[in-house]
């Protein structure tokens, strides 16, 4: 068991120095989403002229605000960056073979470069975070509750990434069948942007659309932790939603473990 658990410990180790050698891709990147979050102030900005008291379905300007900057960092800490494009290159290159000879697991080898990776983003965009927060601290309004809301919020995170590192892994493996993946993950990115809440707050959509998109994964890979650490949803549909987010973990990895195996005798075909 401990000697199983070294091997991922020293991928994890090797997936850190790693990204630590570009960690000024990170720290760019996290720069330009500055310019993201300065479009996302400005568009709100104008949505909120006019707007009343009641603000936009009960949320002013401020907890709107927020809310994307609360994104902006989640997706730092969570978010699969080119995961599926790694995994897609490892089975093109034919470099996925050292994995079906040796005593390690390719999803766990996998999830522990991922971990690395988010922990140097998510460390270096609190960079950038540092200098946006002078000029938006007037602006941001967290809930007072954070008690319950911390102590569901970081499973929910952890959740969240896994459910974003699966469908991700997902994809790569679809090279086992296509030669190109792209078309897929930018579709898959499209449809993200939607529901997983990164355009607008979920929670805007007309109530039986939002009643649906809370039975799918893409709820679970941004808006639902942002929305725990906001203050818009209550403790009630955090606990419902952590039932609902697990059993999507259960069943991507189902799904891995599918596309694995039946990859893995198209690749033995394909390769002799």
């Keep these: ?9 020293h991928a994890f180790l090797v997936g850190l120095q790693s990204n630590l050698v570009y960690r000024w891709n990170f720290a760019v990147r996290g720069l330009f989403s500055l310019f993201h979050l300065s479009a996302v102030f400005i568009l709100w900005s ?9 603000g936009i379905n009960g949320f002013g ?15 730092f800490f969570i978010s699969a960056f080119n995961e599926d494009y790694q ?19 390719y999803f766990g080898y996998r999830l522990s470069i991922f971990v690395a990776a988010r922990m140097v983003s998510g460390a270096l965009v609190l960079l950038p975070l540092a200098v946006a927060l002078p000029f938006l601290h007037t602006y941001l309004t967290f809930p007072g509750d954070w008690g319950w809301r911390l102590a569901l919020g970081l499973p929910a995170m952890a959740l ?8 991700a892994y997902c994809f790569g493996l679809l090279t086992f069948w296509f030669l190109e993946i792209q078309g ?15 355009m607008f707050p979920l929670d805007l959509l007309p109530a039986g659309v939002f009643a649906v998109a809370k039975f799918l994964p893409f709820y679970y890979q941004m808006y639902f932790p942002a929305a725990i650490f906001t203050g818009r949803i209550s403790q009630a549909d955090t606990i419902s939603g952590l039932g609902i987010e697990l059993c999507w973990v259960g069943i991507l990895f189902a799904v891995n473990r599918g ?14």
């Excluded at 995994?87 to 697991?105: A, C, H, T, V, Y």
């Excluded at 897929?184 to 990164?198: C, H, K, P, Y």
């Excluded at 596309?259 to 002799?272: K, M, P």
């Design 1 to 9: 068991m401990l000697s199983s658990l070294t091997k991922y410990r």
């Design 46 to 54: 104008a949505a909120y002229q006019g707007v009343g008291s009641g």
């Design 61 to 75: 300007f401020g907890p709107t605000i927020t809310y994307f900057v609360t994104l902006l960092v989640l997706q």
């Design 87 to 105: 995994i897609s290159e490892d089975i093109r290159n034919g470099l996925i073979n050292q994995f079906l000879l040796k005593p390690i697991n």
């Design 160 to 167: 969240s990434a896994l459910i974003q590192f699966s469908i």
């Design 184 to 198: 897929f993950v930018i579709l898959s990115m499209a449809v993200e942007a939607v529901l997983g809440g990164q």
């Design 259 to 272: 596309l694995w195996i039946r990859g893995l005798r198209r690749h033995t075909a394909v390769g002799g």
